[in-house]
């Protein structure tokens, strides 16, 4: 490939937007700095799209935080959350009127219709009923991933979604990422000729995974969804979704090795704050990630005033799971995960999730007929088997708070912005991930995990 031919590639049509040389930016002779431009498809609103969300943790902030920024796309108008604090303080960001304020997602729907949309960010295992109502009710709704627990509630909201005509769309917001959508666009154009094969690695980093899936709100796949749902099903999504092929088996093995009570170490406590006499040492110290480095504090519902905020997060630690030692909770989530995909045409792929790293982000590696791209969300490297010649592409993307380099890609605020104009113009082609397109993924999940518990390989059928 030489260098005219990739900026002629990336000319090309990326769905409905155009990359015009504004968007690039020649950081040297053979890396290309790229942005998303604007999509000619958003048309100004006359009035934003009003919402109303349920679940003000961290993900119902994230797209919360999108209405702050642009107000005249999005309007926060109610909020169900059971927690009283997260409550008052969404309400007060959004200047949400009290009789729109509710502590329980059942109570929004008691009154009739008053928004536009439903934005559902609550934990997995609360996804389903609500979703199911509010389509009942003609709601438009934003859904968290995962899409719901099971295979037979995914299916019952996708038909669900049809009898409504209501519009679902699934945050599976990789698919919004500047980085995958350029991936995409090359290998759909035949920038590597035929595609033969995929290798896609999820490293979670260490810490990530001890918060979320060891102490935190996923540490249990029975109260909540496997991890290989909760946590990747965005990466079987994206390899779908880049390919472009119905996968047809999949099989997986994985296992939870290492966060076990037989490898806890000689004189560890119950928690970290009980005296625990390797605490200082250990890598998985809840005093030293919580307290000392302040990481991951959006779990905790901090005093404003900082300076109470230490005495605080000690009081935490002391009372909830995340001051549990990672060695002695009743977690059963795998801390490795490998999946192997045939898709249509004869594609393989492989995935693997790994808690033991130490850097987040995912990585691609796309071999093709002609060439092949190989990638860390920061960069892509493209070679040309002909000519032996390779070019770069740097996405240009900002992450929302509390996800910056966790592996989103900046594709939160760009699935956002699509949602509210394909509500607006109700319009569901405005999205790539609605649930009519997201579904095959879980069901991909559902027949990995299966593989898991039963080594077999899994016939994948929708």
Do not use: W
């Given at each position: 490939?030489?260098?005219?031919?990739?900026?002629?590639?990336?000319?090309?049509?990326?769905?409905?937007?155009?990359?015009?040389?504004?968007?690039?930016?020649?950081?040297?002779?053979?890396?290309?700095?790229?942005?998303?431009?604007?999509?000619?498809?958003?048309?100004?609103?006359?009035?934003?799209?009003?919402?109303?969300?349920?679940?003000?943790?961290?993900?119902?902030?994230?797209?919360?935080?999108?209405?702050?920024?642009?107000?005249?796309?999005?309007?926060?108008?109610?909020?169900?959350?059971?927690?009283?604090?997260?409550?008052?303080r969404y309400a007060k960001k959004h200047q949400i009127d009290d009789k729109n304020r509710f502590d329980t997602w059942e109570r929004v729907f008691e009154r009739p219709r008053f928004a536009d949309a439903v934005i559902i960010s609550m934990p997995d295992n609360l996804h389903y009923e609500p979703c199911m109502k509010a389509l009942e009710m003609g709601y438009d709704i934003l859904l968290e991933k995962p899409i719901a627990p099971t295979e037979k509630e995914c299916r019952n909201i996708l038909a669900m979604a049809k009898k409504t005509g209501r519009i679902v769309a699934v945050c599976h917001v990789l698919r919004y990422a500047p980085y995958f959508v350029k991936m995409k666009e090359l290998l759909q154009n035949g920038t590597i000729g035929e595609i033969i094969s995929v290798q896609h690695f999820e490293p979670i980093e260490h810490i990530h995974m001890s918060h979320s899936y060891v102490r935190g709100n996923w540490h249990n796949s029975k109260q909540t969804t496997p991890i290989i749902l909760a946590k990747s099903c965005h990466d079987l999504d994206i390899i779908k979704w880049m390919l472009n092929k119905p996968a047809k088996q999949i099989s997986a093995m994985g296992d939870l090795k290492w966060f076990r009570k037989e490898n806890a170490p000689q004189d560890s406590t119950a928690r970290c704050t009980d005296g625990c006499a390797i605490e200082r040492e250990c890598p998985y110290s809840a005093i030293r990630i919580y307290h000392d480095n302040k990481q991951r504090l959006y779990v905790f519902d901090l005093p404003?005033?900082?300076?109470?905020?230490?005495?605080?997060?000690?009081?935490?630690?002391?009372?909830?799971?995340?001051?549990?030692?990672?060695?002695?909770?009743?977690?059963?989530?795998?801390?490795?995960?490998?999946?192997?995909?045939?898709?249509?045409?004869?594609?393989?792929?492989?995935?693997?999730?790994?808690?033991?790293?130490?850097?987040?982000?995912?990585?691609?590696?796309?071999?093709?007929?002609?060439?092949?791209?190989?990638?860390?969300?920061?960069?892509?490297?493209?070679?040309?088997?002909?000519?032996?010649?390779?070019?770069?592409?740097?996405?240009?993307?900002?992450?929302?708070?509390?996800?910056?380099?966790?592996?989103?890609?900046?594709?939160d605020w760009n699935l956002a912005a699509d949602f509210v104009q394909a509500v607006a113009q109700q319009n569901p082609k405005l999205l790539t991930s609605t649930i009519d397109e997201s579904i095959e993924s879980h069901i991909m999940c559902f027949m990995a995990e299966e593989s898991r518990k039963y080594n077999k390989v899994m016939d994948v059928k929708m």
């Open positions: 490939m030489n260098r005219r031919s990739v900026l002629k590639q990336l000319s090309l049509s990326v769905g409905a937007t155009v990359l015009g040389s504004n968007t690039m930016a020649r950081l040297s002779n053979d890396a290309i700095e790229y942005e998303m431009p604007r999509n000619p498809l958003h048309k100004p609103l006359a009035k934003p799209v009003t919402a109303i969300t349920l679940g003000a943790g961290s993900r119902g902030n994230v797209y919360g935080g999108f209405a702050e920024k642009y107000p005249d796309q999005l309007d926060i108008i109610g909020v169900a959350e059971h927690i009283a604090i997260r409550n008052e404003e005033d900082k300076a109470k905020q230490p005495e605080a997060i000690m009081e935490y630690l002391k009372t909830t799971n995340y001051g549990r030692c990672v060695y002695k909770m009743d977690n059963d989530q795998p801390d490795h995960y490998i999946t192997n995909i045939r898709f249509g045409d004869n594609i393989t792929a492989s995935f693997s999730m790994e808690a033991f790293t130490s850097y987040a982000g995912r990585r691609t590696r796309v071999m093709g007929a002609m060439g092949d791209m190989v990638g860390d969300m920061e960069e892509l490297v493209i070679t040309d088997f002909k000519t032996g010649k390779q070019t770069k592409l740097v996405p240009k993307a900002e992450d929302v708070a509390d996800y910056k380099n966790s592996g989103h890609g900046g594709g």
